[in-house]
T-cell receptor
Framework: KNEVEQSPQNLTAQEGEFITINCSYS?????LHWLQQHPGGGIVSLFM???GKKKHGRLIATINIQEKHSSLHITASHPRDSAVYIC????????????FGTGTRLQVTL | SQTIHQWPATLVQPVGSPLSLECTVE??????LYWYRQAAGRGLQLLFY??????ISSEVPQNLSASRPQDRQFILSSKKLLLSDSGFYLC?????????FGSGTRLTVV
């Protein structure tokens, strides 16, 4: 069993829909990252969380440390949001190394 | 501003040939540096990390090596590439749990 599980693996949505991507992990962590990977492969860090909730534009990330669960929400989705979204955790006591989920491939259509 | 440069973007190399991928960072001092690999259809995996000049830790046994000759330079090398070395290689730097990723190198070994 992977230490970081994401769901769904693939997601297709119509423009304007509200999207939720879930991440569950099995170890104690120092922090959790949400990353965005575009088709060319480059990765952008969207959020780093250790508690609570963060918002940036149409993106919202939440984390529940007790339940070992995080969600990434996209409001009013747009085709330019199409990408792979990756959840990555920093297991406690492992310095700052990341353990990655396998990603959620999001396709937003017109 | 803090930036990270990684090159080349794509590379096709024959089996048995050497490899050198370079990553440099700007706008920061003494960062933690990482090399990650993403094999086709799989999540990112940590290969090497470095907390300072000349300090390299390897996470998985493999055909690759890493070096950090300067504070802001991180190099991934191989003397003889294998087919299984094909994949997407990402350099990243981290300070205080915040990550910045390079644009990646897509390596195809033929």
């Amino acid at each position: 069993k992977n230490e970081v599980e994401q769901s769904p693996q693939n997601l297709t949505a119509q423009e304007g829909e509200f999207i939720t991507i879930n991440c569950s992990y099995s170890v104690g962590i120092s922090a959790l990252h949400w990353l965005q990977q575009h088709p060319g492969g480059g990765i952008v860090s969207l959020f780093m969380l250790s508690s609570g909730k963060k918002k940036h534009g149409r993106l919202i990330a939440t984390i529940n440390i007790q339940e070992k669960h995080s969600s990434l929400h996209i409001t009013a989705s747009h085709p330019r949001d199409s990408a792979v979204y990756i959840c990555a955790v920093m297991p406690a006591g492992t310095a700052s190394k990341l353990t990655f989920g396998t990603g959620t491939r999001l396709q937003v259509t017109l | 501003s803090q930036t990270i440069h990684q090159w080349p973007a794509t590379l096709v190399q024959p089996v048995g040939s050497p490899l050198s991928l370079e990553c440099t960072v700007e706008g920061t001092s003494n960062p933690n540096l990482y090399w990650y690999r993403q094999a086709a259809g799989r999540g990112l995996q940590l290969l090497f990390y470095s907390v300072g000049i000349g300090q390299i830790s390897s996470e998985v046994p493999q055909n690759l090596s890493a070096s950090r000759p300067q504070d802001r330079q991180f190099i991934l090398s191989s003397k003889k590439l294998l087919l299984s070395d094909s994949g997407f290689y990402l350099c990243a730097w981290e300070i205080n749990y915040g990550y910045t990723f390079g644009s990646g190198t897509r390596l195809t070994v033929v």
